[in-house]
């Protein structure tokens, strides 16, 4: 069954969000050129920015571009579907591409190339042992076994929700150093997932802090996915889901994206739109792209082919 457990206010009543088109603005207002690892110069602000989103007043998807494009041969799963599918598939310890496809998500390919791949003495295909599914499923630990933050964060939000350590990180530190003498075990290092999530007065806050984001292209994703996991958590923990609040390090937007990005600074904001969740599913494994449902999602056209820096 789907339900809105946010218990969003109805369309006419939530109040127009403008916060990702704010710091779009302040990136092109005060963001100074920097050399990439990826050939691409990006405008950067660098320090806390933070986008604070009570669910109560919609979901975080984006109305400045179509995050819900009609699913073709050429996109077989819409955007929003795919970022869901991702987080689930790390949660799930995804890092093969096959393994990440079979969740929905189908815009691994550039970073699991044959020569990526072969850079960090790893099979094709494989993200590596430094991955978000390595780390948040299969974390190496000084005892030599594996383990599963997300298993014990829900166990222990449930035994002790009062506690502030509930925490995830998906930084694998000696797998990510891109030094001589030592080889990456990594294709990308990861770029988001440290999570917070705290547990006030019976309500559920989850806290993503992002060390560097890609704002025109990744971030309206991200967005989207951890959203949905704050659904997904406050769910099978028993806590309403109050607040989704997003954090970035190094926020940036590449030099060739701008004509996207000031196509979407000249776009009224919107009211956000109502996700639902199928609330028979009772274990955050068992949640995939489908089990989300979104209306009221009334966005502006897509933008064709924004560059993706690789």
Known sequence: MFKDI??????????????????????LNNGKVTKTQQGTDALTVMGPR???????????????????????????????????GEIFAFINGARRLEEIN?????????????????????????LGPGSYGAAFHDFPTSENENFNQF????????????????????????YTPRIEGRQQKVTICPCHGWVHIRIIDNKL??????????????VPSNMVQYAALTLAIAHITGFEPYEFVHSFSDAHIY?????????MLKRESKPLATMKINTDKKDLFNFTKDDFEISDYNPYPGIKAIPVAI
């Open 6 to 27: 946010a218990n969003t206010r109805p369309i006419s009543k939530r109040t127009q969000d403008s916060q990702y088109k704010e710091l779009l603005k302040e990136i």
């Open 50 to 84: 933070n986008l604070h989103f009570k669910l109560s007043n919609g979901f975080p998807i984006i109305n400045e571009r179509n995050m819900a494009p009609k699913e073709s041969e050429r996109l077989p799963v819409t955007i929003w579907r795919q970022a869901i």
């Open 102 to 126: 079979s969740f929905g998500c189908h815009w691994w390919d550039p970073w699991t190339t044959e020569k990526k791949c072969k850079k960090r003495g790893l099979k094709t295909g494989d």
């Open 151 to 174: 298993k014990f964060i829900v166990q222990q939000i449930k035994e002790q929700p009062h506690l502030r350590t509930h925490f995830i990180s998906p930084w694998v530190p000696q």
């Open 205 to 218: 806050t989850l806290h993503m802090f992002q060390r560097s984001a890609d704002v025109p292209v990744g």
């Open 255 to 263: 030099v060739d994206q701008m004509d996207a990005v000031k196509t």
